[in-house]
Structure formats: structure tokens, C-alpha cells
């Protein structure tokens, strides 16, 4: 029987299973520092010639981080990889309006972001990110992965959405086809009327009780629909949704590394290169006006070299620009910028 999980709550009292257990910061503040580690160790295996520069860094109201950024290197132009762990008094407006219960509490965050910007236009830009949220009793996780290609490939948006979805299925099968949706609608840009990529997968506000799992603000969209269709879900424990973000976080060096290795060496010219810091413009807008990680690192004083260190390091735009007919850039257009179902393609 399928029920509509808008209309149903949870009482208010927590029972003791889906509480976050004392340990739970200090665990995910390690997971999250071991998962930067393997994928710096990863890209930096994979570039064989760049190197990351380290910067740690304190915030003034609790907390801090460390930025891990690599330059020229022989694949990757730019890459970045940040752990985070602040704390404070109260959260930013840009959380509140989704979880009001927290309205008052001192809050706890802590997570990874990543984005790689390869030299060559036929390697995709991807992007990571995991967080855990604690305020009060509230906790939630949240995070995702997703593929920005320039010159795509079928072949390479299949091995990585496979690659998550493998991951979601581990842990329920509902996850894959919700949070798959929910990162088309979060990566896209609406002022465009384009996704930024061939996605993968967004969720946010995951704290195993709260319904439906489409916790985002689109209700009339994809994600929402289909959400609301699903049998209600049994409650998940903090150490169940734990288990699931480890095994997300593990997942990014297999879908990604055999991408790069079967692209790295494709011969480009001026004509690709070009077209690649085009629609890397696309990245500036979507990661400016749209990108939560962005705004809320911004409103809560974190350091403004490691929030932009997703920015491209060079960029540009053409006013009015439209592809040639029946070209590899129209084809990103026509097909790659439309959602996919890329497990079944």
C-alpha cells in the first residue's frame, strides 16, 4: 500500500536508538579526515606529478579546518579537498527555514568538500560533498556526489551513477531513485534552464525519522513526487545513516578514477579548450547564486579562500553563445544537459 509520507510525523519524543550517540562527533570529525586523506592520496596518485598544498585554518566563533588545494598538476588544473568541523551558537538562516526545530540551539558541523577541475576538456569537473549537523537532540547528514563533463560520454555517466547506486542499494533501495532525482533538481540552474551536469546524487536533512526522504523546498517537483509514492520507511538509526555516508564517501574514487584514466590522454585543441572554460562559467553562476555550501559557509564566517576554492581557476563567458548543429557541444546540450536515466541508458 502506498502512502503519502508528507502526512505523517513522528512524535516529538526521541526514543533512545535514534538519538546521535555521545561518540557521534568525534567519529564523524575522524571519518571525514580519513576520507579527505584517501581521496588526496587517490588524486594525487592518479596525477603522479602534483603535490597539495595544505593550509589549516582557525575560525574565530569555534572551529576550523584544513584545505588541501592542488595546482598544475599533469591532470587536474585545480583541485581542492576540505574537511571542516565549526561549531557555534546558532545556526545560519539558510538551515532554519528547513529545520525550525533547531531555532534557539548552538550547533555542530562538520564535513568534506571537493571539486576537481582537469587541464583537459574531455576529463569531467566533479564534485563532493558530506556533512553531519548536530543542534541540540537534532542531528542530520547530508551530502552528494556529481559529474560535470564537457565533451560526455554515455559510457561515463553509466559507470558513475552505477557506482552510487550500488552504494544506496547496500543500505535501501528506495535511496537511489530519490536522491538521484533530488541532485537534478539541486544542480540545475534556473535561470538557464540547464543542469550543470549529468548529476549523481543530493540529499540533505537525512536524520532516519524525518519523512518523506525528499527533504528539499521543490515539493511540486520530480524528486518530491516520487518520494511521496514510497511505502512509509521503518526509522533508521544514527549508526545506520552513519554506515550509509561512509560507503557513499568510499565510492567517489572508483567512479571517478577509471573516467579520468579513459580520458586523460584525448587529444584537444584550442577549439575544446575553449568551449571548456566556457561552460565553466556555468560552474561560477550555479556555485554564486544556487550552491547551499557556499551561502551557508559565507553566513557563518568560514574561511573565504576554502569556500571558493571550488571556483575554476580560469573561466570565461560569450554572450549569446550557441552551439553548432550536429557537434559534440550540441550534443552535450541535447542530451547530457537533460536528466537521464543513466543506470538503464
Known amino acids: 500500500m502506498l502512502k503519502n509520507p508528507q502526512t505523517q510525523n513522528y512524535p516529538a519524543e526521541l526514543s533512545i536508538e535514534h538519538l546521535a550517540p555521545v561518540s557521534a562527533k568525534n567519529r564523524v570529525s575522524k571519518f571525514m579526515q580519513s576520507l579527505q586523506d584517501e581521496i588526496t592520496n587517490g588524486l594525487k596518485t592518479l596525477d603522479g606529478v602534483g603535490q597539495f598544498q595544505e593550509d589549516s585554518w582557525k575560525r574565530p566563533e569555534g572551529g576550523g579546518g584544513k584545505s588541501r588545494v592542488m595546482r598544475e598538476g599533469a591532470l587536474f588544473e585545480q583541485a581542492g579537498v576540505n574537511f571542516s568541523e565549526v561549531w557555534g551558537s546558532h545556526l545560519p538562516p539558510s538551515i532554519l527555514t528547513q529545520r525550525p526545530e533547531a531555532t534557539g540551539e548552538g550547533f555542530y558541523a562538520t564535513g568534506i568538500s571537493m571539486v576537481i577541475h582537469p587541464h583537459n576538456p574531455y576529463v569531467p569537473t566533479v564534485h563532493l560533498n558530506y556533512r553531519y549537523f548536530e543542534a541540540g537532540s ?82 511540486e517537483g520530480e524528486a518530491a513526487k516520487y518520494s511521496n509514492q514510497l511505502e512509509i520507511l521503518e526509522p533508521r538509526t544514527w549508526e545506520q545513516m552513519f554506515a550509509f555516508i561512509k560507503d557513499c564517501g568510499g565510492s567517489f574514487l572508483p567512479a571517478y578514477t577509471p573516467i579520468v584514466e579513459n580520458r586523460c590522454k584525448s587529444e584537444y585543441g584550442d577549439q575544446q579548450r575553449n568551449f571548456q572554460l566556457y561552460r565553466r562559467g556555468r560552474y561560477v553562476e ?59 541508458w
Open 286 to 344: 550555479f556555485n554564486l547564486v544556487y550552491d547551499r555550501g557556499t551561502i551557508f559557509g559565507l553566513q557563518t564566517n568560514g574561511r573565504t579562500e576554502s569556500i571558493l576554492m571550488s571556483l575554476p581557476p580560469l573561466v570565461r563567458w560569450e554572450y549569446c553563445y550557441q552551439p553548432e548543429p550536429n557537434t559534440h557541444e550540441a550534443k552535450l546540450y541535447e542530451t547530457f544537459l537533460k536528466p537521464q536515466d543513466w543506470v538503464n
Open 138 to 219: 537534532v542531528w542530520w547528514f547530508g551530502g552528494g556526489a556529481d559529474l560535470t563533463p564537457y565533451y560526455p560520454f554515455a559510457e561515463d555517466a553509466i559507470h558513475f551513477h552505477k557506482t552510487f547506486k550500488h552504494a544506496c542499494d547496500k543500505h535501501h533501495p528506495y535511496y537511489y531513485p530519490v536522491f538521484k532525482r533530488w541532485c537534478d533538481e539541486y544542480f540545475y540552474l534556473r535561470h538557464r534552464q540547464e543542469t550543470r551536469g549529468i548529476g549523481g546524487l543530493f540529499f540533505d536533512y537525512q536524520d532516519g525519522r524525518q519523512l518523506p526522504l525528499y527533504r528539499g523546498p521543490h515539493l
